[in-house]
């Protein structure tokens, strides 16, 4: 196997993948990856979808005959918890199962903003040029200039925390990534011939770009907005923790970690489900990411 | 020369950009956000009371010269006294630092000496069950988010085992949880980057003529391969340090660590405004510096890149 280590490496250094996986072996193992990557998710959308029907309880239904219950099959209060309940009697499960509705819903939707933006920014910035360039670049290094989240905190302390602010400042987070890797990816497409070609034929800049440019960049949008996804479950789950994210009683990964942080010491069982759920979609969400752009666009690498 | 120069003042006018938009956001924000006079008085306060506090802490005056204020200060290290605590925002910010100080280096420290033998090892014993099992462990660390590694800690450790206190600051027993919290990223990071550099490293050229000398595993490995796979290694690890001013943020939250990051939140919900602005302005500026320290160090390590 190491001999196979092809000799000479590219220019753009990788830093995530060893180079003997890049000589093609892995090709298989990565498509079965991604592939099981994407029934993760939708079988994750699947049960947020079914949540009615899969969670055994009302996630809001409050017992106090059955606070703090742990993890049991049988049925103190006449239900079962396979999960356990907490500090209300809440059924842990029912929380979980419809608490993958905030995670998936706040996700998708920040990746479509981050996507609608970055891509747009990125793209006007890469063929452009000249001072819209300049003015994009500057904000994305203002925006990675200093902790999201602190900015995250402020615009949520403002507007109220809410499902919609939410979507704004997770996918508003972000634009930076779509918008750097689309702009030097733009940057090289208007230089090549087919651009000038169809520039000279006549073709409007929009109707260049939407034609043209946009196709030739799908398959790092695809890769991007993967890894974002990742990203973006995660800093709903630790706004909810921070107290700032869906407001109770709507059950969300983060807020039940929250919740359940008080009683850590009596019933581990609150936060700990919870936060291996988010745990578990972060991993296979981001490793299906990295398995796509091994696949369709190796060039990212590092990005 | 000249061009370093040149490529100097570029970055450093680039830099003071970015400051200013930093600030000015941050401005806005904070001022929307709402009045912080109504938070500060008993709720039963008379109105003349409350003009009173809103003039002595030159709210009244319309936004475009508190703006103008604003910037002004900033430009002089003033960021104005803090609403809640009645002190210059800059002293109480200078209190809390240490904290975070001592957090975020520790982080560091821990991460750059962990991660990088960590990644050297797996690379050089590439394929091995050591290698495969630390690179399962760096990915599921660098998917776990922050604020749950830390409850699990403060679970398994401090009350399961009973190992180490849960929160608060005092000798290394408490600094040791928070600082694995915050670093757990940063060494995942860099070991799985140090792992692919040294591994790039040693399928070059170089190596192979170093190797046909008939040199040593040992001496291949120190002065062939370590030395060119440094350079990615080192800025790499020295941009994780925007990832622990962001980390220190949420770490310090769930180990009631008292750092400029849970003074920050607190801040924000107090409305405290001089106080966000000064921490958020300092996170940018060692942002911006360590960019900017290792763009040069870029140039010093690499002649390569150096500016012609």
Known sequence: MASSIPASVPAEADFQTLPAERAGGGARRRQRLAVAGLAFVVALMLVAAAAPWLAPQDPVRQSLRARLVGPTLEAPDGRAHVLGTDHLGRDVLSRLVYGARVSLAVGFAAVALGTLVGATLGIVAGFRGGWMDSVVMTLADAQLAFPFILLAIGIIAVLGPSFPTLIVVVGLSGWVGYARVLRSQVLVLRSREFVDAVQALGASMTRTVLMHVLPNVVSSLIVIATLELARAIVLEATLSFLGLGVQPPTPSWGGMIHEGREYLDSAWWISTFPGLVLMATSLVVSRTGDALRDLLDPTLRGA | ?308
């Open chain 2, 1 to 308: 020369m000249r061009s370093v120069l040149a490529f100097l003042g570029w970055r450093l006018g680039r830099a003071l950009v970015v400051l200013w938009l930093v600030s000015t956001v941050v401005f806005v924000v904070m001022r929307l956000s709402g009045d912080p006079v109504p938070l500060l008085l008993p709720p039963d306060a008379p109105h003349s009371e409350i003009l009173r506090v809103r003039a002595e802490l030159g709210l009244d005056r319309p936004l475009p010269v508190q703006y103008a204020i604003f910037i002004g200060n900033t430009l002089r290290g003033d960021f104005g006294r803090s609403i809640h605590f009645r002190e210059p925002a800059m002293t109480v910010v200078a209190g809390y630092l240490g904290a975070t100080l001592e957090l975020g280096l520790t982080a560091f420290v821990i991460a750059a000496v962990l991660a990088i033998p960590i990644g050297l090892l797996s690379a050089v014993r590439r394929n091995t069950a050591l290698d495969h099992v630390t690179m399962a462990i760096a990915l599921v660390g660098q998917a776990t988010p922050t604020f749950f590694l830390g409850i699990l800690f403060i679970l398994v450790i401090s009350l399961k085992a009973g190992l180490l206190p849960t929160s608060g600051r005092g000798d290394w027993h408490n600094l040791l949880l928070p600082a694995l919290t915050l670093g757990a990223f940063t060494i995942a990071s860099v070991a799985r980057l140090t792992r692919s550099a040294v591994l790039e490293s040693l399928a070059a050229d170089y190596v192979r003529t170093a190797r046909a000398k008939g040199l040593t595993e040992l001496v291949v490995v120190t002065k062939h391969t370590l030395r060119n796979a440094a350079l990615p290694i080192i800025t790499i690890t020295a941009l994780q340090v925007g990832t622990l001013l962001g980390g220190a943020v949420v770490t310090e939250s769930v180990f009631a660590w008292p750092g400029i990051g849970r003074l920050c939140v607190q801040s924000i919900y107090n409305r405290d405004y001089p106080i966000v602005q000064c921490v958020v302005f300092l996170s940018a500026v060692t942002f911006i510096v360590i960019n900017l320290c290792v763009d040069l160090l870029y140039g010093v390590l690499d002649p390569r890149v150096r500016p012609r």
